[in-house]
């Protein structure tokens, strides 16, 4: 396992990062199977657990909790709030929710503090001024040591820092975006600005939903877990699926010839970008871990770069309306209008 400095922190964490948002519901991922997964992830070097409240509403972080009891000292733990975790206020950037939700967390988690708390959305509606500050008082109070964005679009990202600086306040030192072969686009905009400002980046969704898991083939039935709750993210009849069809056939050609696995090289591709600290792994099952761990010392030379380079150019994402940091104006029209 290799591990890098999260951003300016000084803190050491392995590039391979186990993502817990399959733990419960989400994955349907029992207690056995994920303290199963976190002691072979924790035996193979991953140090770096990152969860939500929003997963499994709560249901995630209890079943971390009950897999790190013990061990808490040998982890880098993560976990995020925003979401909704209720009506009205129990969601959001307000210092009101982001104290009650800190403290749910932990006490689901069964710790007094997390390493990294991270803003899962950007709140449009919570002035960054608010959030910062609530984060800066939790930090000081001692029950975060760190705190970070996770799907900010670039431009957020700066006005965040701005206003840590304008107001005095502690900052992002991380962000947390989606990223794959598939999915590009935060090369041209959101990679740029986080190494600019020095921050880590803890790249989620690295096989692209099982896009880049092998599972997904053209001419084949899918039948990943994925497919089953999101059909229309693999309907070959949409042509933004039938790019990602054929680009998956032609990046397997590319892994052969590398002699490495499907996986290999998505998780490779991901952890070879500069900007880059971890990418976050999210198995359902031991047996995934186990071929998502086969990554972790693999390192891709210049002409595989150049080949996956041809087949999926910088920066372009191949899905489009499959992205999560998009500017709210453009996804709500009533922010595109004038206010009467």
């Given at each position: 396992?290799?591990?890098?400095t999260?951003?300016r922190?000084g803190?050491?964490?392995?590039?391979l990062?186990l993502?817990a948002?399959n733990?419960?519901?989400?994955?349907?991922?029992?207690q056995?199977?994920?303290?199963?997964?976190?002691?072979a992830?924790l035996e193979?070097g991953?140090?770096?657990i990152?969860?939500a409240?929003?997963?499994?509403?709560?249901?995630?972080?209890?079943?971390?909790?009950?897999?790190?009891?013990?061990r808490?000292?040998d982890?880098?733990?993560?976990?995020?709030?925003?979401?909704p975790?209720g009506?009205?206020?129990?969601?959001?950037?307000s210092?009101?929710?982001?104290?009650?939700?800190l403290?749910?967390?932990?006490?689901?988690?069964?710790v007094?503090?997390?390493?990294l708390?991270?803003?899962?959305?950007w709140?449009?509606?919570t002035?960054d001024?608010e959030t910062?500050?609530a984060l800066?008082?939790l930090?000081?109070?001692?029950?975060?040591?760190?705190?970070g964005?996770?799907?900010?679009?670039a431009?957020r990202?700066?006005?965040?820092?701005w206003?840590?600086?304008?107001?005095r306040?502690?900052?992002y030192?991380?962000?947390q975006?989606?990223y794959?072969?598939?999915?590009?686009?935060?090369e041209?905009?959101?990679l740029?600005?986080t190494?600019?400002?020095?921050?880590?980046?803890?790249a989620?969704?690295?096989?692209?939903?099982?896009?880049?898991?092998?599972a997904?083939?053209?001419?084949?039935?899918v039948a990943?877990?994925?497919s089953?709750v999101?059909?229309e993210?693999?309907?070959?009849?949409q042509?933004?699926?039938?790019?990602?069809?054929?680009?998956?056939?032609?990046?397997?050609?590319?892994?052969?010839?590398a002699?490495?696995?499907l996986?290999?090289?998505?998780?490779?591709?991901?952890?070879t970008?500069?900007a880059?600290t971890?990418?976050?792994?999210?198995?359902?099952?031991p047996?995934?871990l186990?071929s998502?761990?086969?990554a972790?010392?693999?390192?891709?030379?210049?002409?595989?770069?150049d080949?996956i380079d041809?087949?999926?150019?910088p920066?372009?994402?191949?899905?489009?309306?499959e992205?999560?940091d998009t500017?709210?104006?453009?996804?709500?029209?009533?922010?595109?209008?004038?206010?009467?």
């Open positions: 396992m290799q591990y890098r999260l951003g922190t803190v050491q964490v392995s590039t990062a993502g948002m733990f419960g519901a989400i994955g349907r991922t029992t056995e199977e994920a303290t199963a997964i976190v002691d992830a193979a991953v140090n770096l990152d969860t409240d929003w997963y499994g509403e709560g249901q995630s972080e209890e079943m971390v909790g009950k897999a790190i009891a013990g808490r000292d982890i880098v733990l993560a976990t995020k709030a925003t979401m975790m009506e009205r206020n129990r969601q959001g950037g210092r009101r929710w982001l104290f009650t939700a403290d749910d967390s932990l006490r689901r988690l069964g007094d503090h997390v390493d708390y991270q803003m899962h959305r709140d449009p509606t002035s001024e910062l500050s800066t008082d930090q000081r109070a001692g029950k975060i040591r760190y705190f964005s996770s799907t900010f679009p431009y990202i700066v006005q965040a820092q206003a840590a600086r304008e107001h306040l502690s900052r030192v991380t962000e975006p989606s794959s072969i598939l999915q590009r686009g935060i041209s905009h959101v740029p600005v190494e600019e400002y020095g921050m880590g980046v803890l989620w969704s690295p096989l692209a939903s099982g896009w880049l898991s092998g997904v083939r053209k001419g084949r039935d990943t877990h994925r089953a999101l059909p993210r693999f309907d070959p009849s042509p933004y699926n039938q790019a990602r069809y054929d680009a998956v056939e032609r990046l397997a050609e590319v892994a052969d010839e002699g490495l696995t996986i290999q090289l998505a998780l490779g591709f991901v952890t970008h500069p880059v971890a990418a976050l792994i999210g198995p359902r099952t047996e995934h186990r998502q761990l086969a972790a010392d693999t390192v891709l030379s210049a002409d595989v770069l080949a041809e087949i999926v150019a920066g372009t994402d191949l899905a489009p309306g992205k999560f500017t709210p104006a453009l996804l709500d029209a009533s922010l595109r209008r004038r206010r009467h």
